[in-house]
C-alpha cells in the first residue's frame, strides 16, 4: 500500500526511519494491568516530495491517545511562562478589549486561558481530554469534545466568530484534519488569527530530538509544508517565530488570504529550509543514521554503569521519554524507576518499558549513583535545581550527543 499524504494528498510518500513498534507514549500502566497484552503501533517516519511533508505512517485512534490523558499543562512552568508571553503579546498586538472572543483548542487544565481572565475577555477551550476537569474547577469554560468542523460550526452558532484561536502543541495532533482546517476557517473572524504552536522539523532534524516522535504527534511540520497547508484553504501564513518550547517550536500566525499583510519572515524561514536541505529526502535519510549511531553511544554509557553495579534511575517520566525507552530497549534491568513529581504518573508504569513511576523523593533519599534526565532539553534548568534539592549522583544527558555530568 502506498503511503498518501496528509497534506497534499499525494501518494507515494517515502519512509526514511523506523522506531519500532511501542504502546503510546501516555498510556501508563497500573499494576493489576501489567501482565495484559499491551498494544503497540509502529512508529515509522515518511517525506512527501511534493509539498514537504514529514509524517507518521500509522494514526492511532485518538480515543486512545486523548480522552484518559495524564499531562497537565499547569506542571510545566516552561510553558506556563510561555502562554503568558504569549498571551501579552495578543493582546497588545491585536489590542484585543474586554468582551473579544477567543478560543484554545486542546486546552487541556485551561492554563493558557487563564490569562486572559484579568482583562474580561471571554474565552473557551476545546479539548476532549480528562484533563478538562481541572479547568472546568477553575471557571474556564470548556467545552469538552474534539475540534472539527462540526463542532465549530455548534461553537460559531452559540457565540460567535473568534478574534483569536490558539492552538499550542495540538496541530500536529489532528487526524481528522481537513476537518480541522474547515472548522478553523469556518470560526474565524473576518479579520481574526490562527495561532499555532508546533515542534519544528528543523530543531528536531538539528538537535537530534528523535524522541520528540510518538503517535500524539502525527505531522512534523516545516514552515514550507505549512505554507502549502494554508494556501488550500484560503488561508495563509502571515508571520513566524522560532520559540523554544520543546526543545525548538515553531510560532506561526495564519489569517485568511489578503486580510492581514504578510512578514518577511515566513519566506526568509521557507528560503532557510530550502538551504539546509529540509526540502529534501536526503536530509531525512542523514538524520536517520544519526539516530542509530545516538542510540549506540547512549547505550554503551549505560552499560558500563551497570557493569559496575550502578543504580539508575530516570528523571521524569515524559512521553518523549517513553520514545526513547522503548527504541533503545531501556527495561527494568536498566532503569530501576522513573522519578516523578506529577501525582498523576506515580505509582504507575512507564508503557513498553514497565518501569515503575515514584516520588522524586527517591533521588535524594537514596542517591543512585546515576540518573537518566528524560526531559534532556531542559538540561540547563533541571540539573542546578536538583543538585541545589540535593541529589549528588552523575547525570546522564542522552541527546544530543550522549554524555555524563559529574
Known amino acids: 500500500m502506498r503511503m498518501m499524504c496528509a497534506l497534499c494528498g499525494k501518494e507515494g510518500m517515502t519512509q526514511f526511519l523506523s522506531l519500532g513498534h511501542q504502546p503510546p507514549s501516555d498510556a501508563f500502566l497500573k499494576k493489576e494491568d501489567l501482565e495484559k497484552p499491551e498494544i503497540t503501533y509502529p512508529l515509522d517516519l515518511f517525506f512527501c516530495s511534493s509539498c514537504t511533508l514529514v509524517q507518521l505512517g500509522y494514526a492511532v485512534d485518538p480515543d486512545i491517545l486523548f480522552r484518559d490523558y495524564v499531562y497537565n499543562t499547569s506542571t510545566n512552568n516552561s510553558l506556563k511562562a510561555n502562554f503568558k508571553a504569549l498571551v501579552d503579546k495578543i493582546i497588545s498586538e491585536y489590542q484585543l478589549v474586554a468582551g473579544d472572543f477567543v478560543i484554545d483548542i486542546g486546552s487541556n487544565d485551561g492554563t493558557l486561558l487563564e490569562n486572559y481572565l484579568p482583562y474580561q475577555i471571554k474565552v473557551l477551550g476545546i479539548d476532549p481530554s480528562s484533563a478538562t476537569s481541572l479547568a472546568l474547577e477553575k471557571g474556564v469554560p470548556t467545552l469538552v469534545d474534539y475540534f472539527n468542523v462540526e463542532t465549530a460550526a455548534k461553537v460559531c452558532k452559540e457565540h460567535g466568530k473568534a478574534k483569536i484561536i490558539t492552538a499550542t502543541n ?8 481537513d476537518s480541522f482546517m474547515r472548522g478553523i476557517k469556518g470560526l474565524l473572524d473576518e479579520k481574526g488569527v490562527f495561532i499555532s504552536e508546533n515542534g519544528y522539523v528543523v530543531d528536531m532534524i538539528e538537535g537530534m530530538q528523535y524522541d520528540a516522535i510518538y503517535h500524539e504527534h502525527l505531522r512534523y511540520y516545516s514552515v514550507t ?44 524561514l521557507c ?98 549513583e546515576a540518573a537518566l534526565l528524560l526531559s534532556w532539553n531542559l538540561a540547563d534548568e533541571l540539573v542546578p535545581k536538583i543538585r541545589q534539592k540535593g541529589y549528588k549522583g552523575v547525570f546522564i544527558i542522552p541527546n544530543p550527543v550522549p554524555k555524563c555530568i559529574e
Do not use: W
Not at 170 to 177: D, E, I, Q, S, T
Not at 226 to 249: D, K, N, T
Open 271 to 368: 528560503e532557510l529550509e530550502k538551504e539546509h536541505g529540509f526540502t529534501s529526502l536526503a536530509r531525512y535519510q542523514t538524520f536517520a543514521n544519526e539516530v542509530v549511531v545516538t542510540k549506540i553511544a547512549l547505550l554503551d554509557i549505560i552499560y558500563t554503569f551497570k557493569k559496575k553495579g550502578a543504580r539508575i534511575a530516570g528523571i521524569g517520566a515524559p512521553a518523549k521519554g517513553n520514545t526513547l525507552l522503548n527504541y533503545c530497549k531501556l527495561d527494568g534491568t536498566f532503569i530501576e524507576c522513573l522519578t516523578e513529581k506529577s501525582a498523576l504518573k506515580i505509582g504507575l508504569y512507564s508503557p513498553g518499558m514497565h518501569i515503575p513511576v515514584i516520588d522524586e523523593a527517591y533521588l535524594f533519599e537514596e542517591q543512585p
Open 170 to 177: 495540538v496541530f500536529a495532533h489532528v487526524k481528522a484534519l
Open 225 to 268: 509544508a505549512l505554507c502549502a497547508l494554508f494556501a488550500r484553504y484560503e488561508m495563509e501564513v502571515v508571520s513566524v517565530e522560532r520559540i523554544p518550547s520543546h526543545g525548538g517550536s515553531i510560532r506561526v500566525y495564519a489569517a485568511h488570504k489578503g486580510a492581514l499583510p504578510v512578514s518577511e519572515n515566513v519566506a526568509t
